[in-house]
T-cell receptor
Framework: SQKIEQNSEALNIQEGKTATLTCNYT??????LQWYRQDPGRGPVFLLL???NEKEKRKERLKVTFDTTLKQSLFHITASQPADSATYLC????????????WGLGTSLAVNP | EAGVTQSPTHLIKTRGQQATLRCSPISGHTSVYWYQQALGLGLQFLLW???????NRGNFPPRFSGRQFPNYSSELNVNALELEDSALYLCASSLILAGGYNEQFFGPGTRLTVL
């Protein structure tokens, strides 16, 4: 079945370092991947989208890559801050028209001051 | 511009009862999605409505149902509540863009507790 996997272990890093989160997909070819941030008890907030024909996308301190050979997307936060602490979700849509996003379980990031 | 709104914020029901959750999308968005997020299980897709029609549903039993009204707001109904229905229910809305690249905007969620 189509699946997205993210690191289940929480990621702890020091303020100022770069955080790198991984999203791996299996058994399908996403038309695009999306990254969302979710704070406890709240709905996810969209951050970035990268299409299958794009290698890299940037937005301020955020960078996303998409490697169709490795079937993987990496999400980077540079110069991390304690306010970046949250759960980050990866989601994708298979090529097609059913609009049913497939979601990863998310990776919890803690940035320590 | 107002974001996606959901009501109620919290809902407490007992097993066997029915729950009704409501969602108002961002103005101009025609698509509404419902998700269930139980502890440790991530976002589980429930339903997608667009232009008043159900377009897709996830792997949930028929007691999970809903509808979308002419103003694009939506309602999720859960009948014969079970303890495991306790979760955060999230609604999202989006535009349908060319190529299907639809960023979803989420509401704050309704926390349903079944006792």
């Amino acid at each position: 079945s189509q699946k997205i996997e993210q690191n289940s272990e929480a990621l702890n890093i020091q303020e100022g370092k770069t955080a790198t989160l991984t999203c791996n997909y299996t058994n399908y070819s996403p038309a695009y991947l999306q990254w969302y941030r979710q704070d406890p008890g709240r709905g996810p907030v969209f951050l970035l989208l990268i299409r299958e024909n794009e290698k890299e996308k940037r937005k301020e301190r955020l960078k996303v890559t998409f490697d169709t050979t490795l079937k993987q997307s990496l999400f980077h936060i540079t110069a991390s801050q304690p306010a970046d602490s949250a759960t980050y979700l990866c989601a994708s849509l298979n090529a097609g028209n059913n609009r049913k996003l497939i979601w990863g379980l998310g990776t919890s990031l803690a940035v320590n001051p | 511009e107002a974001g996606v709104t959901q009501s109620p914020t919290h809902l407490i029901k007992t097993r066997g009862q029915q729950a009704t959750l409501r969602c108002s999308p961002i103005s101009g968005h025609t698509s509404v999605y419902w998700y269930q997020q139980a502890l440790g299980l991530g976002l589980q897709f429930l339903l997608w409505y667009d232009e008043g029609e159900e377009r897709n549903r996830g792997n949930f039993p028929p007691r999970f149902s809903g509808r979308q009204f002419p103003n694009y707001s939506s309602e999720l109904n859960v009948n014969a509540l079970e303890l495991e229905d306790s979760a955060l229910y999230l609604c999202a809305s989006s535009l349908i863009l060319a190529g299907g690249y639809n960023e979803q905007f989420f509401g704050p969620g309704t926390r349903l507790t079944v006792l």
